[in-house]
């Protein structure tokens, strides 16, 4: 159930075609909430493929960047991290304006193989890039940190005993995003402050990158336990 | 009970005298060992301080970086990051060779204030540059993702069920760490692979201060959960 600070159903946008995007896009649309899955253009295979399945719902449209962002009462950004600036340009900043961006991408920079280095140092982060680019937009980073299925469904693991992290300076848009964690099954959210924070977040991709490969699955997760 | 793959009683290093050199010291003392706390003069006050309060043990010493390392059996780094290389040149290789070196610092730069940030890139480390500085040490990167009080007595969150990180070259020397952290109660230890994944533990000191930030204790730990 979607608590009170979100409506029961919304308009939410999808920026990015990939497993990230269409798995969260799945998600919106069990929930009951109308998905417009936007790309660099319309006729995008993949795209084209996720509304083939999913035109039953009769809530699944498909887009541009601006049509997606211009429909989205809340954008997800669910890009490459190498395309993330240029994705939400061509969504265009007046399609962003105050609405809550959910920023989900890493800064990785695959160009010299694996494991996949980072292109921000730590006195920088592809969420405040993305807030200081698209100032009007409430910028919160989220589900970075985890692998496609868990965001979706966190109780498939540990009983939902792992966390997820959260940051951004506007304290509604994260009320928000809490909410909406939970009616994804979210048991623990850790807000970790402005959205400086995502520093912290995306520099735990290296980490998260040899665990993969320690744990040999991408069904993990890292569980903050304290005193 | 130390198991088979170190000696019951061995001598350790310490190198740097603060907190977390400290705190290993007492607990290798406390399991039985011999421990030279090491700094860059023989009257540091505070090793001074250290040894008067562990004379008791009749096997706490004090000495030079190079007293303690040529005494050491396995040697602890516990310098500041931005002090390693210089401490360990002092120690100097002759006494670092073929030697477990346990390396416990991170890259931090508090140059700029707090947060502070690292002075490496996530293509380097400061575990791989102290390897390469002393290439016949065998050097495990351990420690560095946890307060000095859980380091060596994890069991007093959450029953132990939270993880310690280790990385290195050396098969055999990971093994002598592993023992060694089992000594210290640890029950959950993660070798995520060779030296170049201390890029990882360390690029996850960002996300460790803010979660101490979010958890306003440093009495925590991170567990990994998976499937």
Redesign the interface.
Known sequence: MVDATLASTMKFAILGTGTVGTTIANKLLALGHDVMLGSRTKDNAKALEWHKGSAASGRAHVGTFADAAAFGEVVFNCTLGSATIEALSLAGAGNLEGKVLIDTSNPLDFS?GMPP??FT???DSLGERVQKAFASARVVKAFNTMSAPLMVEPQ???DG??DA?I?GNDAAAKEQVQSLLRSFGWKHI????DIT?A???E?????W???W???K?H?????????
């Open positions: 010299k280095s980072l140092s730590s006195e498939q693991l540990a005993q792992h992290f940051c850790i807000d970790l402050g924070a520093r912290a977040t520099h735990y991709l290296p980490l990158l040899r665990l490969g320690a744990c699955t069904m993990f997760s890292v569980h903050v336990v304290r005193s």
